[in-house]
Nanobody, 121 residues
């Protein structure tokens, strides 16, 4: 069992920055990666970025603007630095603990409660 808690969302103007945090806690398992997803009302939850041992992956829409990282002291805490934010980045952002296999991220059923990010134009 894993519990994930996100924080750091808020309201920001276009071009601004936010940093999201996600702290996971639970029983050691084969889940070896973590990721961020986002969702807008009426839409599916979309992949944003993932991090595993020595590798990161990003959705095309956020490449060059967002950076995913993990805490040096706690590998179950990850961050999402979001720069040059656009109104289309507005969404609820969710953290997930899952599996990286051959460079592909597979989400598990362990999700945080989500944190709202709103970018005003």
């Amino acid at each position: 069992q894993w519990q994930l808690v996100e924080s750091g969302g808020g309201l920001v103007q276009t071009g601004g920055s936010l940093r999201l945090s996600c702290q996971a806690s639970g029983t050691p398992s084969r889940l070896n990666a973590m990721a961020w997803y986002r969702q807008t009302p009426g839409s599916q939850r979309d992949f944003v970025a993932a991090i595993a041992i020595a590798s990161t992956d990003y959705a095309d829409s956020v490449k060059g603007r967002f950076t995913i990282s993990e805490d040096n002291a706690d590998k179950d805490t990850i961050y999402l630095q979001m720069n040059s934010l656009k109104p289309e980045d507005t969404a609820v952002y969710y953290c997930n603990k899952g599996t990286d296999y051959n460079g592909q991220y597979y989400p598990s059923g362990y999700w945080g409660q989500g944190t709202q990010v709103t970018v005003s134009s």
